[in-house]
């Protein structure tokens, strides 16, 4: 069972946070049904994109042998069969489907939709450059929607804009930092092939984690990112000062919050270009207490603005 769990991905089920923005900013946190019934959708969320993962690793169990670091996987690593990870893939993606149908229709969905962008993902998108950043910012919109629909909450546009360019910044962070992994690691091969000039078989160079990792370039990425973090805090800045937020909330006291976004926004930077962290962002985020503080921050601020 424990490599079962390991091969779950626990750490990434963070991602699924995001259903809790409908009920955080539709002012309903403090109603216990509607949190508990938030909940249950974060838990099906936990179990839809497990089920993924499981599929995932099956599909590139061939490519994460080669790897030095994924080779450690438990599918990859032969502590859990592909066999046995394909009935509980299929297993999970049918219960979670179903009770999220059972749980609310329009929930039950938006959970379907998410599963086959998951899935189209997984078999096509994650290998066409650019497409693939942007397959994962849709998957973090539609938690945000599905979170609003399991309590029947509109969400408002500027928050949907938010969540899918923050999804994009964390994405082609990862991006980036896979790259120059990459470039490292295949420099490193290079230097040890010309070193063992005596040696019978030369080393291979690494193989990229993504086939569409290729199609990237630091200079590319560094543009993109640059792009995306603009137009991130550009856009949460106008949601707080947006008259129909104000109207919405009674209040203009989440402008005082736009501080704890550039924080976060130049801490991850920080991190991506002087630490050269950021590969994966759910680690990240639970590793680094300052960044994880100010997200702490941030959603005690907005509580108290909104509530209190």
Request: charged content about 15%; overall charge positive; glycine content about 4%.
């Amino acid at each position: 069972m424990i490599p079962l769990f390991l091969s779950l991905r626990p750490k990434q089920w963070t991602k699924n946070l995001v259903l809790f923005a409908g009920l955080l900013f539709s002012k309903n946190l403090l109603d216990s049904s509607l949190l508990f019934k938030t909940f249950l959708a974060f838990l099906l969320f936990c179990l839809l994109s497990s089920s993924v993962y499981l599929l995932n690793d099956i599909i590139d169990l061939e490519k994460d042998r080669r790897h030095p670091r994924k080779s450690k996987r438990p599918i990859a690593s032969g502590r859990l069969s592909s066999k046995k990870a394909m009935g509980f893939s299929v297993a999970f993606a049918t219960i979670g489907i179903v009770l999220s149908y059972l749980l609310d229709p329009s929930f039950g969905i938006s959970a379907l939709v998410f599963l086959l962008l998951m899935l189209l993902y997984i078999f096509l998108l994650k290998r066409v450059v650019i497409l693939d950043v942007l397959a994962i910012a849709l998957g973090f919109v539609l938690r945000a929607v599905a979170g609003a629909l399991v309590i029947h909450v509109e969400i408002s546009s500027w928050l949907l804009v938010c969540t899918i360019l923050l999804a994009l910044f964390l994405a082609l962070s990862k991006r980036r930092h896979e790259l120059v992994l990459f470039n490292v690691e295949l420099t490193l091969k290079q230097v040890q092939g010309r070193n063992s000039e005596l040696s019978l078989r030369t080393p291979q160079p690494p193989i990229p984690s993504r086939k569409g990792l290729a199609e990237y370039s630091p200079h590319l990425l560094d543009q993109m990112i640059s792009v995306v973090s603009a137009t991130l805090v550009m856009s949460y800045a106008l949601y707080t000062m947006d008259p129909q937020t104000v109207e919405k909330f009674h209040t203009r006291g989440l402008a005082f919050t736009i501080p704890f976004v550039l924080y976060g926004i130049f801490r991850y930077l920080y991190l991506i270009y002087k630490r050269e962290e950021g590969g994966t962002p759910e680690t990240t985020l639970l590793q680094d207490k300052p960044l994880l503080a100010n997200c702490g921050l941030w959603i005690l601020a907005v509580g108290l603005i909104l509530y209190f």
